[in-house]
């Protein structure tokens, strides 16, 4: 286990170096300027040229990216040029806004797929069946943007029940000692709060998770179909053990290993597609910024953006990893 740890760890450290260097490179070969963009119409050449020195772009790019690796190693991911801000503050000021969004979405995709898998597994061979899987066929053909849009349209606009824009009303932004709002709301007891923040996150929430759960609905209910054919399954219900019974206590702790990988993986690319849905929704997370810092050419914060999304997806991957290892005896003691 300890091997298979390190190992992990140490395949993490070379994907990252990897990110680094695509990323690096390729936001630098594509055309534009983020200097010419920053400066006024009637800027001289001399001054393009001394803003080219101050953020380094006038040396060759393989020493460019050995002094931003190395600021990197000392936590420090350069400055923003259109923000003129610290990177690392700039993207860790934003970063518990979107976890809050993604673990939202995953828990309400947990909850909604499941549900939906216990209920098709439960009333197998019926109507209830044929309902759950043409649902889970709607949600997985929608992406997660038009979920989005069809949300801004019917509870934003024709049935105007929540915000379809922020992530808090600002009268009440002041008030939070941190970034994680939802949380230290939660902490303190303070359900107003939580009421307003919900009201904001709770459409872009559901764009994220209606696919998600969708999947998760297909593949757990697959697995629990497997699973309810075996022997120790059987038995229960010879024991006198009623259907709900048999599915909750006997197949659902077998059948929901495989959901656990794929819910991992695809928590990953949920926090990818925040970047379009906190877009749409005007949510003040990472996404959003990430979206800006690409109009801007603003390379040093598109690095740290990048850079932090990489290590959140090789972190994730691994603890679904060793969660599933845990889990499974014969991975375990194998």
Known sequence: MLRAILTRLATTVVTLIGVAVIVFVVIRVVPGDPIAMMLPPGATEADITRLRAIYGLDRPIVEQFLIWAAGVLG??????????QPVAQLVLGRLPATLELSLLALAIAI????????AGTRWRETRAEAAVDVTGGMALSIPDFLWGLLLIILFGVIWPVFHISGRISP?????FATQFYLFEALVRLRFDLVADLMAHMLM?????????AAIISQVLKQSLKETMH????????????????????????NAVLPTLTLVGVQFTFLIGGTVIVERLFGYEGLGNMAIDAVINRDLPLIQGIVILFAVMFTLVNLLVDLTYALLNPRLRHG
């Open 75 to 84: 936590g420090d991911f350069g400055t923003s040029i259109s923000l003129r």
């Open 111 to 118: 909850a909604a797929g499941g549900g939906l898998a216990l």
């Open 171 to 175: 009268a009440l932004g002041p008030e």
């Open 204 to 212: 872009p929430a559901l764009a994220l998770a209606i696919p998600l």
């Open 230 to 253: 075996l022997d120790y399954v059987t038995l229960a219900r010879t024991q006198g053990y009623s259907e709900t019974h048999v599915i909750l206590h006997e197949a659902l702790p």
